[in-house]
């Protein structure tokens, strides 16, 4: 079986490799310099070489704040347009397409309960806008896929929230976090496990959500990720940091179906803790 990894230097592709290379599981992983997803040509020439079984499609424009204006063309370029690409090279190699997408398609006024995966979209940014037209896309163009929903991703390849956190905390003795924005981390080795799980177990095609179980409060996980340095973190609304792009206040996404798989979902705090312990080794 052959296996494709697009976005091969991001946090997620990084991951990816790392947890097929343990498993001893070969793949090829193109970065931008090798498969440039935004030119058709270049992606079905590519597919046609190459003849992948299993697409991991982890590539994707993730500067939130700046889709919203110098980004917004590449953002819509990247993420829709070239998983449109990958979506179409897939269905004419018969490829099973993996596409990662964001809690971002859902605008968080859902307050009651956790989002579902046949939930109503509807992205406040430009960002969770373009990751929709590519979930549009897949669903359009590949008859065999699985669209895998996440959120608050951290890991070791990257930058993230966790490593922002840790790095002010050396310079500052208090810290600022919004405390009225709630969501699910993802430790992305969790996320790579459950995409791998996907390939071996060949679940029913379709939609999926995945992050680490129990939810947080951004504050709640700052202090978490803090708890044995000296800083103080301090709650704060939203208001107090305001941003170009919208994020959804509340974009806890329901793990059931995932669950339902018989996969083990660590929460948030195993995750975080042995991620921590992980970056000592």
Aim: glycine share 6%; aromatic share 12%; with cysteine.
């Amino acid at each position: 079986m052959k296996i494709l990894i697009t976005g091969a230097n991001g946090q997620l592709g990084k991951e990816l490799q790392k947890l097929l290379n343990e498993r001893r599981v070969p793949f090829d992983a193109a970065a931008k310099d090798t498969l440039n997803i935004t030119d058709q040509q270049a992606v079905m020439a590519y597919f046609k070489d190459k003849q992948p079984d299993w697409v991991f499609h982890c590539a994707a424009y993730t500067a939130v704040d700046a889709a919203e204006d110098e980004g917004k063309d590449l953002n819509y370029l990247i993420n829709a347009t070239g998983t449109a690409h990958i979506a179409q090279a897939c269905q004419l190699t018969g490829a099973v397409l993996v596409y990662v997408s964001t809690d971002y398609v859902f605008d968080g006024t859902k307050k009651t309960a956790e989002y579902r995966v046949d939930d109503a979209t509807n992205p406040l940014n430009e960002y969770g806008k373009a990751k929709l037209l590519g979930e549009q896309a897949v669903r359009e163009n590949c008859e065999k896929y699985y669209i895998v929903r996440t959120s608050w991703v951290f890991g070791e390849f990257g930058k993230n929230f966790v490593f922002t956190m840790k790095r002010l905390a050396e310079t500052h003795e208090s810290l600022t976090v919004v405390h009225d924005q709630f969501g699910r981390p993802t430790w992305t080795r969790s996320l790579a496990e459950f995409l791998v799980f996907l390939m071996t177990e060949r679940p029913t095609y379709g939609t999926y959500h995945f992050s680490n179980d129990d939810s947080c409060s951004w504050y709640e996980f700052a202090r978490e990720i803090l708890k044995d340095e000296k800083v103080i973190v301090k709650p704060v609304d939203s208001s107090q940091f305001p941003q170009k792009a919208a994020r959804p206040q509340y974009s806890v996404m329901d793990l059931s179906k995932v669950k339902e798989l018989g996969f083990k979902i660590e929460t948030w705090r195993e995750a975080l803790g042995k991620f921590l312990v992980s970056l000592h080794h």
